[in-house]
C-alpha cells in the first residue's frame, strides 16, 4: 500500500529564508506525487505536482520540488519565504492513474517569523 | 485548474440531526468523487469513492450508513452525516476528477461542529 512520511510536523523560518519541507513515499511502482496547501479553514490547494519526466517541478507561489527515486523522496524547496506563505502543507502519493484517491501525508505546519 | 464547489462552509448543527454536504464540479464532468475527513491536527483520510451513477465504496472503518454518499448526476455529488453527533464533527473535503486529468480537485471544504 502507498504511503507517505512527512518528519517534520512544524517548522519555523525567518521571512527571506530559504525552505525545504521534507516528504518521503513509498509506492511500488512510478509515483504521481502531490504538494497541496492548506490555509487555515481552508480547503486544499495544489502547488505541484510530479507524474513523470524532469525531475524538478515548478509550482506556483515560487515553490519547486525535487524527485529523487533513489531516496523515494521529494522534498518541497521555496529560496525565499513569505510571511503569506504561513500554512499546512500536505505531501502526497497518487495511485496509479494519477487521478485516483490520493494518501496524504500528515502535514508540515509552516510559521514564518519576521 | 478545473473548479470544484463545496457547500456549505459551515455547519453547525444539533446532536442527532442530520447534514448534507455538496460538492460540485463546475466546468468539468466529475466521473470520481472523493469524500476526506480531516481530524484536527491530523492529515487528510479518504472516507469514501464514488463513481456516478454506482453505489460509494467505503474505505474500512467509515460506517456506510452514518455517512451516505450520493453521486446522482456528473456534476454533483453530496455528503449525508446521518444522525450527527459530536464525534463526527470534522472538516470534510471532496475531490472530483473527469478521469482524463492526472489529477483530481478538491473543494474548499466543510467545517462541521455538531453540538
Known amino acids: 500500500a502507498q504511503s507517505v512520511t512527512q518528519p517534520d510536523i512544524h517548522i519555523t523560518v525567518s521571512e527571506g529564508a530559504s525552505l525545504e519541507l521534507r516528504c518521503n513515499y513509498s509506492?511500488?511502482?512510478?509515483?504521481?506525487l502531490f504538494w497541496y496547501v492548506q490555509s487555515p479553514g481552508q480547503g486544499l490547494q495544489l502547488l505541484l505536482k510530479y507524474f513523470s519526466g524532469d525531475t524538478l517541478v515548478q509550482g506556483i507561489k515560487g515553490f519547486e520540488a525535487e524527485f529523487k527515486r533513489s531516496q523515494s523522496s521529494f522534498n518541497l524547496r521555496k529560496p525565499s519565504v513569505h510571511w503569506s506563505d504561513a500554512a499546512e502543507y500536505f505531501c502526497?502519493?497518487?495511485?496509479?492513474?494519477?487521478?485516483?484517491?490520493?494518501?496524504f501525508g500528515t502535514g508540515t505546519k509552516l510559521q514564518v517569523i519576521p | 485548474g478545473a473548479v470544484v464547489s463545496q457547500h456549505p462552509s459551515r455547519v453547525i448543527c444539533k446532536s442527532g440531526t442530520s447534514v448534507k454536504i455538496e460538492c460540485r464540479s463546475l466546468d468539468f464532468q466529475a466521473t470520481t468523487m472523493f469524500w476526506y475527513r480531516q481530524f484536527p491536527k491530523k492529515s487528510l483520510m479518504l472516507m469514501a469513492t464514488s463513481n456516478e451513477g454506482s453505489k460509494a465504496t467505503y474505505e474500512q472503518g467509515v460506517e456506510k450508513d452514518k455517512f451516505l454518499i450520493n453521486h446522482a448526476s456528473l456534476t454533483l455529488s453530496t455528503l449525508t452525516v446521518t444522525s450527527a453527533h459530536p464525534e463526527d464533527s470534522s472538516f470534510y473535503i471532496c475531490s472530483g476528477t473527469d478521469g482524463v486529468n492526472t489529477e483530481a480537485f478538491f473543494g474548499q471544504g466543510t467545517r462541521l461542529t455538531v453540538v
Open positions: 509506492y511500488g511502482a512510478t509515483p504521481y
Open positions: 502526497a502519493v497518487g495511485d496509479s492513474g494519477g487521478y485516483q484517491k490520493v494518501t
